[in-house]
């Protein structure tokens, strides 16, 4: 692999010509340039079947976002329709055929750090940002408003999920049961059983209620669910579990050497969660973490990395 080799001679108008088939090796960034067995740099491509193949095109569309995408998910609708929310710095828009809408602009301005998070819980979305309130989309009727609950007030968070039939934030950003401490980094609250409307409060008959994780993990940076609950923290990964009332979840500390280094550094694929951690790419399988950056990667990845700007 990365040496050149002659291939079959060709006679072009009397004059032999040698094509040469040039084999790119493996990427090795962290090898010197001079000698280097494989390649430097790969740039615009995907591995494929024996070296690498390029991007696709970029195809043009009209009527699009009118400025850039802050962050998007999808929702089925009750007429089993796929529908597209998408936020900008102006506003949340939901894509209706070859247009997007707008649904919610009224005092609507964000920073270009945080993402707007979009949290699927039936037909609707939950819409959290850490500086506006928390939104409830609704996919029937294309309406994006202020999530008001029966009693209480929703705290703004800087990441959430939907564990089993809770929405659970975390990292809360407003959290008016504590007046005297509004913000919690380590915090995470869940609303009540199966209804977003609920109180979010602690309340033991609908089972909504808080958990404060441990110091030592640093800020709740992400939480991914499903049946259970996988929580990062910057140091640490901790499994929530439903149990029912009146104990409603039980944590665990699953990992105790890292966590994710950013909120939007997580990816939940189903069986599988990916992350970045202070030391490289991790996979978390439900049991454990296994590397998969190694040295070569993950050099590159945080030789190049601003990490100011990590959570973009």
């Not at 032999?16 to 067995?37: H, R, T, Y």
């Not at 939950?126 to 609704?138: K, Q, R």
């Not at 992400?222 to 910057?234: D, K, P, S």
């Not at 994710?260 to 969660?273: K, M, N, P, Q, S």
Request: charged share 20%; proline share 6%.
């Amino acid at each position: 692999m990365g040496q050149a080799f002659k291939s079959a001679a060709l006679n072009q108008g009397g004059a032999v010509v040698e094509s040469v088939k040039v084999e790119f090796g493996a990427w090795m960034p962290d090898q010197m340039n001079a000698f280097n067995p494989g390649a430097c740099e790969a740039l615009n491509v995907i591995p494929g079947e024996g070296g690498y193949v390029p991007y696709r095109d970029f195809s043009l569309r009209t009527n699009a976002l009118p400025a850039a995408c802050r962050g998007a998910a999808t929702v089925d609708s009750l007429s089993r329709d796929i529908k597209l929310f998408a936020a900008t710095t102006a506003g949340i828009y939901a894509r209706n055929g070859s247009n997007f809408d707008a649904l919610y602009t009224h005092a609507f301005a964000i920073s270009d750090y945080h993402y707007v998070h979009f949290i699927p819980f039936g037909t609707y979305m939950v819409i959290i940002h850490p500086e506006f309130p928390t939104l409830l989309g609704n996919s029937n009727t294309h309406e994006v408003k202020p999530l008001q609950p029966e009693t209480g007030t929703v705290p703004r968070a800087r990441c959430g999920a939907r564990v089993g039939d809770f929405i659970v934030l975390g990292n809360l950003e407003s959290e008016l049961q504590d007046a005297l401490q509004p913000k919690q980094p380590r915090r995470i609250r869940w609303n009540g059983f199966n209804r977003v409307d609920l109180p979010w409060i602690t309340d033991e008959l609908v089972q909504s209620d808080y958990q404060d994780l441990p110091s030592e993990g640093g800020a709740v940076m992400g939480i991914a669910g499903r049946e259970f609950g996988t929580i990062f923290q910057e140091r640490m990964i901790t499994r929530m579990t439903y149990m029912g009332p009146p104990t409603v979840f039980s944590f665990e500390t699953v990992e105790e050497e890292r966590g994710a280094i950013c909120t939007d550094g997580i990816v939940d694929t189903g069986t599988l969660i990916y992350f970045i951690a202070q030391d490289g790419f991790y996979v978390w399988n439900g049991v454990n973490t296994a590397p998969i950056g190694d040295a070569i990667i993950n050099k590159w990845f945080f030789d190049r990395l601003n990490y100011a700007e990590r959570n973009r």
